[in-house]
């Protein structure tokens, strides 16, 4: 990169349009960077594609294939090329893989970006584990993974906390007609994925006498366990996730257990939509959300309850709690061309540190 340019990316990742990695490319691109995309997934796969029972045993083993050839196709691309190697939830990618793009061009800047936490085992491959200390700069939205005892006792060089973001064309406030209500809308609605202590207070609440909608997937076995818990069966992602939203009075944002979440995706899309969230509490989420003013939190189950009590008789102040929740995320910039900036912006300087000639 020149003084003037922008930096050219290849891109590793999940390339089907329910993946946030579209999104952070589409950003990408849009700051003015060329970008080149391999996925990691063969076409026509997402989130839905149920793994093969090989593809599960190697999941437990922690040695994942490499359905798409990722690996082949990185080193097939050409390295001289491109300024930064970016790479998104592809634990299958090898530590030869990067050094040989490393020795292709060393002035390449190999960057992470995980949502994930990275302490739990499910979430590494031994091969990733192997090429942790190949990336220059380690990108995590778990603020306890930069902890000297966490990613950089597995070698990582520079770890780096972002917030988690979203991406303002998508998640956007949209109006609703009441077809859309019908279709979408809720009393209350969580959208994610299952995970045992979230469906027990979803119960919870559905045998406290409010009516709950439920989106997103692992959710099949859960359908008749409540009159007043209403599994859909399947995700909502992009505009049907912006009208869930719109549509609903109380938006749930639950945190996952093992992934140890403070903060998720969602505790950003939710409010970027202009939706009314109640959030689970904890320091690092009320410093971005401010209580009572751009989001209401609980602390166990009978809090819980309560508050939807409140909020659900009182749609003039969930409104403006709403509205300002949408205009919080844009002050304090929780979005992934924000984000991308700030990163371009990094790399620069690590460049510079390392005597290579960065922007």
Known sequence: MTQRSLPSVLLVGQTFR??????????MRAFGSAVTAIPITPPGRNYETPPSLVERLRYRLRVPADPAAANQAILQAPIETFDILWIEAASM???????????????????????????????????????????????TTKSFNANPNELPAFGVRKVL???????????????????????????????????????ETLLHLAASGFSIRVWGNGWRDWIGRHPNLHIEDRPAYNDEFAKVVAASAINLCFL????????????????????????????????????????????????????????????????????????????????????????????????????????
């Open 18 to 27: 329910e993946s946030r990695t579209i999104q952070r490319m589409s950003a």
């Open 93 to 139: 990618i090898r530590r030869q893989t990067l050094r040989r793009v490393r020795r292709i061009n060393p002035n390449i800047a190999i960057v992470w970006y995980g949502e994930d936490d990275m302490m739990n085992p499910r979430h590494r491959s031994r091969w990733l584990e192997a090429a942790m200390p190949e990336f220059d700069l380690w990108l």
């Open 161 to 199: 906390f972002v917030n988690n973001a979203c991406d303002p064309h998508i998640h956007r406030p949209v109006s609703v007609t009441e077809k859309d209500r019908q279709q979408f809308g809720a009393p209350i609605s969580f959208i994610g994925t299952f995970e045992s202590p979230r469906a």
């Open 256 to 359: 996952r257990k093992a992934n140890r979440d403070l903060q998720t995706c969602r505790s950003i899309e939710i409010p970027a939509c202009g939706g009314f969230m109640v959030h689970e509490s904890n320091d690092e989420i009320k410093g971005l959300f401010r209580d009572g003013v751009e989001a209401v939190y609980w602390e166990n189950e009978d809090m819980l309850v309560d508050l939807c009590n409140k909020w659900l008789s009182n749609d003039g102040d969930r409104s403006i709690v709403a509205k300002t929740a949408r205009e919080r995320v844009l002050e304090l910039g929780l979005t992934h061309a924000s984000l991308i900036s700030d990163v371009f912006r990094l790399i620069g300087r690590i460049g510079e540190e390392k005597g290579l000639s960065c922007a």
